[in-house]
């Protein structure tokens, strides 16, 4: 992580001069700067000089960024409380309905046309590629969709209204009665939504 911090201020820099901040060995450094390149954080180029060998700079990569501290949840909710401070937390319940439309918009095009059941699962999919761990069983009257992991935990403790995105997506694109059973918010393992037959 020094390595990547000291690349992420120099911009570029040879092993010769990371080993010198750093206080290791040129040898220990390359080592670093060869994992690094190898997970893909980090790219080598050659730089010509006038005299003698090009010399090897590296630097970061895009993906680089990625291991770099993030305060998204941080972020979303400084906004969530202006905007509800200055229009009322009912505009917050009306904000998450447009995200579920917005976002049922997006996927209906998969489901038209498919039997119910085909429909619950290709949504529960989607749901786990937008980073849950979501699970489907088959239930007396429909199907529960049990989520193990709330992305927006940190944010949706402020403000619970966050948690109706799920249940209003299904009702969106199901158009079928969606019951809530458990909350992590409410301290439940997990957050369980039962999707009953149309």
Avoid at 83 to 92: F, I
């Amino acid at each position: 992580m020094e390595v990547l911090e000291l690349l992420r201020r120099r911009h570029a820099a040879s092993a010769d001069s990371l080993a010198q901040v750093l206080g290791l060995t040129p040898n220990a450094v390359r080592q670093h700067l060869s994992n690094l390149v190898r997970d893909g954080l980090v790219r080598s180029e050659p730089v010509r000089h006038k005299r003698g060998r090009p010399l090897l700079v590296f630097s970061l990569t895009r993906r680089a960024d990625s291991v770099f501290p993030k305060r998204y949840g941080q972020l979303a909710t400084m906004i969530l409380t202006e905007l509800a401070e200055e229009e009322g937390p009912e505009r917050l319940d009306r904000l998450v309905a447009a995200m579920a439309r917005r976002n049922a918009e997006a996927i209906a095009p998969d489901l038209e046309g498919r039997p119910f059941e085909e429909k619950v699962q290709r949504l529960v999919n989607w749901v786990r590629r937008a980073g849950t761990l979501a699970e489907l069983e088959e239930v007396e009257g429909g199907f529960e969709v049990s989520i193990r992991n709330c992305p927006f935990r940190s944010t949706a403790l402020r403000f619970p209204q966050l948690c109706g995105l799920t249940p209003c997506l299904m009702l969106e694109l199901l158009a079928s009665p969606v019951s809530q059973s458990l909350s992590i918010h409410r301290g439940d393992p997990a957050c369980a939504f039962v999707v009953h037959h149309p």
